[in-house]
């Protein structure tokens, strides 16, 4: 089974796609940018929503699907030609890995014993709003 999410800058999920684990990443991003719960403001002028994404989605399919969302794309290219030059900015794809890690602490999620693909999503949403209880109930506590 394949998640596909799709998180803030802070790791906190907005949207989350299952599928076979032999579908291609890129394949799934369209759905994942249409899945999100809090629906997306326009972007301002001067003032674009980045996206970053791993090589997996270094394709047409991947590259349209930003660009019809309206979204800044930062994808890691396959081959790259550019010459080596300094990073100005860390990559930040780790957010997510990290967010997945968070959603693997839950027994149920880290082991599929779901029959039912829509069970196994409706576990990992309710996994995603408790997350994002925690970070709210933190953010209470710290003030």
């Given at each position: 089974m394949k998640k596909s999410l799709l998180v803030e800058q802070d790791g906190g999920p907005l949207s989350i796609v299952i599928a076979g684990a032999n579908v291609p990443d890129a394949h799934l991003?369209?759905?994942t940018l249409d899945a999100?719960?809090?629906e997306r403001p326009e972007p301002e002028p001067g003032y674009e929503q980045h996206l970053c994404l791993d090589k997996g989605f270094d394709n047409d399919t991947g590259w349209e699907a930003t660009?019809?969302?309206d979204y800044e794309p930062h994808i890691a290219l396959i081959r790259d030609q550019r010459p080596p030059r300094p990073k100005r900015f860390k990559p930040k794809r780790w957010v997510v890995e990290r967010t997945l890690a968070w959603l693997?602490?839950?027994r149920a999620i880290l082991i599929r014993w779901d029959t039912k693909a829509r069970n196994y999503l409706?576990?990992?949403q309710l996994a995603c709003a408790l997350l994002w209880f925690r970070?709210?109930?933190r953010l209470?506590?710290?003030r």
């Open positions: 991003l369209a759905q999100v719960v809090v660009a019809e969302r693997s602490q839950c409706g576990l990992l970070r709210y109930h209470i506590h710290l």
